[in-house]
């Protein structure tokens, strides 16, 4: 039952026309609309536009041209009005991010962003002179770089320009340690004293002045060096609503205090997601408002701890997620601070804007007027749907005793009862409950018996055409339905007693005299399978049951006798033009029993021939070579006691040779094969294909089966009537895969049975030393092996190996066995690999095994070093069978692979490349560098040329800006 409150029509209307697209606002501030990606801007926007300077500045900006309104600082001025203007619930910044070239579907850095936008401005400010100065006097100070002497204590004094402070948060609790640890003292070993030319030098950072408002950046996208990516840190920072200069440590005797103004935080698991809100007190009322896209609410109380925290914090990178507890907290990215006796300056929109903001709100009343007329239409047809809904749904049944009803397809009836907000009911369709009279079918599935009372309502809103009645039954239709349903009845029962004749009476009735005979396989079938499946059986049940001769064939295996009561069934369900009816007694034919005969005859001859040929070979077609000859021992128990003292002795042998292997292997010596013991030294064997011998062994076990020629070795010439394997070379590394050797007299059996010979090959052995030592064999074949074919096969068959698509290969690592000795063990792991594979996707699927990270992965084959990522294991002849082992790399090779593949990762990210902020940087821009260790060993300034490549100590990562810091970990640039 669908609920009719006015309520939930109301959250229908909503959910279909969705929030009006002019909404007024319902609190004293505007929005900005997020564009897609957008968040990074609509947060720094609503901060730039909270100083009252910069807004006053921006209002007073006037070109001395005439400019389009498509200019970028006209939009931002038409921004800044809508946001004052407070009309609308949310403004949309389309123009504005048009004109700066902004990609709306990419996320940015809001910090990255807040330099670019503001070094923008400031460019455009310069052509009003009492406007150029405005960036400066707002977020500009200045802070002292003080390197002293260790030796003679000369003080070095380098003043410097900044807008924004970046501090590091790792570890840190609150605020004043993150300053602390930016403000602290530093020792340079190798700095050299200009004066003394002592080496070594403490160096400190002062802040001499203060900008009206302070930027603070907390630093809480690092680099990290394992993972070789940036990562977020979540510590919990807290930081205090207003503080004076002492706080900062400065040398000032000015103790102006800062008040908090702005706070621009980001959620999200790490550097590469996430969204931006911020978070504005309002001046006039202290009150502190939330900012996120188009909702503006306000905040009950601070949000954010003003005192240190001491629960432990944790950091994430790209490859971890973190909690989602931890993903939805928003974390202080941009802290701005306020001189607290700062003017408030009542700023007025330029009069040039006004016409654009009142075509606005004409445009606003008006899509309001049109919204609010659509959505009371909207809720008026709901409620009125909704309430005939109601109807149906009470009146649905046909209530006792009624005479009158009417029939309507069922699956539109589920579809109107299951209806939702969003689903479109098409008008009623009873064609489907049609019989081709045009009458009610007889398919009691497809229809519902509705009352009169519900089918008048229904049909009232959806149009229903040709109503069914209780009266509209087709008779016609049922006279057939049931004249089917009585023959299916009919055949279900034939069929069972059909069934049950075959399992009974054809084995134990004594009187045959009038059973039938029928095709057995096509019996067998049938048994097979269901009732509702016998139209899938071929309609001839007596085929092959006739020869030729239109006779009873004599092939007794491709008949069978069948019950009359079967033959009648088969008979009437299976009709065919070409069924042939013989009972029994039925003669079969005369002249195809005599050939039947023959055949028979001829196929016991064969029988006997194969069987004699398989005596004299057993040893070949069993495999088995033996040193006697098996012909002269008659007596069967004699054959058993020898077979049982040679595998005795092989099996002792065997023993032996696995533990001399085991003992090689270990001495690094080479493994001993092993000639197989029927080889002798001075005799002459014979040669045939595998191939052909795997043919002989069916021919033999099927009688039915012919050689089409004799012993073939085709297979194992070449076209210069040479051999294209090197026999000898096989046998002694006891690789016989492709043939097989004979004795002469298996040999001469095998002629006298098949003397058609094709490529006869003989092999003459010269010397075969020892059985228990390495081996020693020597001996040459006729013909003679042709060099150029059976390297040209090896080549082919190391390619074909080489060739593997998803196969297991063994990764091996040297780790030690236990720690602190020098015994070592193998780390062993499996990754399935393609031979298209290059090296570089193998060290990513080792390090997905193993957790080895790829630029300490030095790959070797054997001899062979995968030493280069963009070649294939192809190119390098890499085999599966063969394990790939990872040694250590040294530093420097280390290096290398970390400059590599940070130099790929800061190709892919283009930032704002291809916009108008491009290049666009506050003068003077901070240095940024969170403080280490590794700092500039100068105290004069660094001179940074553009488009230079340089290399940062910390991290490794290549940079090409021309930046004093690095783009990835934010470490300061070296003194080149």
Request: net charge neutral.
């Amino acid at each position: 039952m669908l609920d009719c409150s006015k309520e939930k029509i109301e959250a229908e209307v909503l959910s279909i026309l969705g929030k009006c697209p002019e909404e007024a606002s319902e609190v004293p501030y505007v929005g900005l609309k997020n564009l897609g990606s957008t968040c990074y801007a609509n947060a720094l926007l609503q901060s730039l536009f909270w100083v009252d300077q910069l807004r006053d500045a921006i209002f007073h900006w006037k070109p001395g041209h005439e400019e389009s309104k498509a200019g970028t600082m006209h939009n931002l001025q038409l921004t800044f009005a809508h946001l004052q203007s407070g009309l609308s619930k949310a403004y949309d910044t389309t123009n504005l991010a048009r004109s700066l070239g902004l990609n709306t579907s990419v996320q940015q850095d809001v910090e990255e962003f807040y330099q670019l936008l503001l070094g923008y401005i400031e460019d455009e400010l310069q052509e009003i002179d009492e406007l150029k100065d405005t960036i400066k006097d707002i977020f500009v100070g200045a802070h002292v770089y003080e390197t002293q002497c260790n030796v003679c204590g000369e003080k070095v004094l380098n003043e410097e320009d900044f807008n924004q402070i970046p501090l590091s948060v790792e570890g840190k609790r609150s605020l004043s340690e993150c300053i602390s640890g930016y403000l602290k003292r530093e020792f340079l070993e190798d700095y050299k004293c200009t004066k003394c030319t002592g080496i070594g030098s403490q160096r400190r950072l002062k802040l001499k002045k203060l900008p009206a408002i302070l930027s603070l950046h907390l630093l809480r996208f690092v680099y990290d060096k394992d993972t070789m990516m940036k990562k977020k840190l979540f510590d919990d920072v807290s930081f205090p609503l207003s503080f004076d200069q002492n706080f900062l440590s400065t040398d000032s005797q000015d103790l102006t205090e800062y008040e908090l103004m702005a706070v621009i935080c980001h959620t999200g698991p790490n550097a590469f997601a996430g969204h931006y809100i911020t978070y504005l007190r309002a001046r006039d009322t202290n009150t502190w408002w939330k900012f996120d896209d188009s909702e503006v609410t306000r905040c009950s109380t601070f949000p954010f701890s003003t005192t240190p925290s001491y629960s432990y914090s944790y950091s994430y990178s790209y490859s971890y997620a973190s909690s989602d507890k931890t993903e939805k907290e928003p974390k202080p990215y941009i802290l701005l601070y306020r001189r607290k006796d700062l003017p408030i300056i009542d700023t007025k929109i330029p009069s040039h804007l006004h016409e654009e903001i009142d075509l606005h709100l004409q445009n606003m009343v008006v899509k309001t007027a049109s919204y609010e007329e659509r959505k009371k239409a909207l809720a008026e047809k709901i409620l009125q749907e909704r309430l005939s809904y109601c109807d149906v749904w009470e009146n649905l049944p046909v209530p006792i005793g009624d005479t009158e009803w009417f029939w309507i397809e069922v699956g539109w009836l589920k579809k109107y009862l299951k209806q939702t907000p969003y689903t479109f009911i098409d008008s009623i369709d009873n064609t489907k409950i049609q019989c081709r009279h045009g009458k009610l079918c007889m398919d009691s599935t497809k229809m519902k018996r509705i009352s009169k009372r519900a089918w008048e309502t229904l049909s009232n809103m959806y149009l229903a055409e040709a109503p069914l009645k209780q009266d509209d039954m087709c008779l016609e239709c049922v006279s057939e339905k049931f004249v089917e349903l009585n023959i299916l009845l009919k055949r279900a029962e034939m069929f069972s007693n059909t069934r049950r004749t075959i399992s009974t009476r054809h084995y134990y009735a004594h009187n045959r005299s009038t059973y039938f005979w029928v095709n057995s396989e096509w019996l067998k079938q049938w048994q097979a399978v269901d009732k509702d499946m016998e139209h899938t059986l071929e309609p001839n049940f007596t085929l092959d049951v006739a020869c030729s001769h239109g006779k009873l064939t004599p092939y007794s295996s491709k008949r069978t006798l069948v019950h009359p009561e079967a033959w009648e069934y088969f008979a009437t369900y299976f009709p065919c033009p070409d069924i042939v009816k013989f009972a029994e007694p039925s003669s079969p034919c005369t002249e195809c029993g005599e050939q039947k005969k023959n055949e028979d005859k001829e196929r016991l001859s064969r029988e006997a021939e194969r069987r004699a040929e398989k005596l004299a070979l057993q040893d070949l077609y069993h495999s088995r070579h033996d040193l006697y000859d098996r012909t002269k021992r008659t007596k069967r128990t004699k054959n058993k006691e020898l077979r049982t003292k040679r595998e005795q002795r092989e099996n002792k042998g065997r023993t032996k040779r696995e533990q001399r292997n085991k003992k090689q292997k270990k001495n690094g010596e080479q493994k001993s094969i092993f000639i197989h013991r029927s080889l002798q030294s001075n005799e002459s064997y014979y040669i045939i294909s595998k191939s052909w011998i795997d043919k002989w062994k069916s021919y033999l076990d099927n009688p039915n089966e012919f050689l089409p020629t004799g012993p073939n070795n085709l297979a194992l010439i070449c076209e210069h009537s040479k051999l294209k394997v090197d026999i000898c070379k096989r046998i002694a590394e006891n690789k016989k895969e492709d043939f097989k050797i004979l004795t002469k007299r298996q040999w001469e059996a095998m002629t006298k049975y098949h003397p058609d010979i094709i490529g006869e090959i003989e092999i003459h052995v010269d010397r075969v030393v020892g059985y228990y030592e390495p081996r020693d064999f020597k001996g040459f074949t006729k013909p003679g092996v042709c060099e150029e074919c059976c390297q040209k096969l090896e080549e082919e068959k190391s390619e074909n190996l080489r060739r593997f698509i998803d196969e297991t290969i063994k990764i091996e690592q040297k780790v030690a066995a236990i720690a602190g000795l020098s015994s070592w063990t193998f780390k062993s792991k499996t990754v399935k690999a393609s031979h298209t594979h290059t090296v570089g996707e193998l060290k990513l699927l080792i390090f997905q095994e193993m957790d080895i990270m790829p630029y300490k992965q030095d790959l070797f084959q054997g001899k062979i070093h995968l030493d280069d990522d963009n070649m294939t294991l192809f190119d390098f002849g890499v085999f599966p069978n063969k394990p790939i082992e990872i040694h250590e790399p040294n530093k420097d090779e280390q290096m290398k692979a970390v400059l590599k593949a940070s130099h790929g990762a800061m190709e892919t990210e283009t930032g704002f490349e291809g916009t108008k902020l491009q290049r666009k940087v506050a003068s003077p821009r901070s240095d940024r560098s969170e403080k280490s260790t590794e700092t500039n060993n100068s105290s004069s300034p660094i001179i940074i040329p553009d488009n230079e490549e340089w290399t940062c100590l910390a991290c490794t990562f290549i940079n090409t800006s021309a930046g004093g810091y690095c783009d990835m970990c934010e470490t300061s640039r070296p003194n080149s």
